[in-house]
C-alpha cells in the first residue's frame, strides 16, 4: 500500500473545498487505498491558515482528524537542520518528517519550495508530487477511477 506524507498546503485544500484531488487522498484513505502520514506541526499549522483565511472549513478539518486514521511522525532537531541545508527553513521541519517516515511520497501543492525543485528531492530522496499525481497512483494500484 502507498504511504503519503501529506503537507498543511494539501490539508488545506482537503479541509476548504469538497472537490479536488486533495479531498479525494482523504476519501482513498478513510477507503483504506493510502496511508497517509503527516506531523502534528502540519495539523498545527493547517489549523492556523484555515482560522484566518477560511474559518468555514475547520469543521472539515476537525472531522478529517477525527475519522483518517493518520500516522503521525515526529522528526528530531537534527534531522531538520540536516534538511534546512538544502530547503526553505519553513519547509524543514516537513520534508525531514516525510524522510524520517520513509514513505513513498511527499505530497504537496507547494510549487515554490517543494514540487519543482529538483534539489530537495534529490538531496532528501523523496519522491515530492501534487495531489493529482498521487491520486493518479492510488487509481493505478487499485484499479479504481
Do not use: C, W
Not at 57 to 73: C, H, I, N, R, Y
Not at 103 to 124: G, I, M
Amino acid at each position: 500500500m502507498i504511504r503519503a506524507f501529506i503537507d498543511a498546503s494539501v490539508l488545506f485544500a482537503a479541509s476548504y473545498s469538497s472537490t479536488g484531488a486533495s479531498r479525494e487522498i482523504i476519501r482513498q484513505a478513510l477507503r483504506g487505498n493510502v496511508t497517509l502520514v503527516t506531523s502534528k506541526l502540519v495539523f498545527e499549522e493547517t489549523t492556523e491558515n484555515l482560522s484566518t483565511k477560511a474559518p468555514e472549513a475547520l469543521a472539515s478539518l476537525k472531522q478529517f482528524l477525527g475519522t483518517v486514521p493518520f500516522e503521525l511522525v515526529r522528526p528530531t532537531k537534527r534531522q531538520v537542520l540536516q534538511v534546512a541545508s538544502y530547503t526553505a527553513l519553513k519547509d524543514a521541519p516537513i520534508v525531514a518528517a516525510a524522510k524520517r517516515a520513509e514513505v513513498d511520497y511527499l505530497v504537496s501543492l507547494d510549487r515554490h519550495h517543494l514540487v519543482s525543485v529538483p534539489e530537495v528531492a534529490q538531496r532528501s530522496g523523496l519522491k515530492i508530487i501534487l495531489p493529482k499525481e498521487l491520486l493518479e497512483e492510488i487509481r493505478r494500484q487499485t484499479g479504481n477511477d
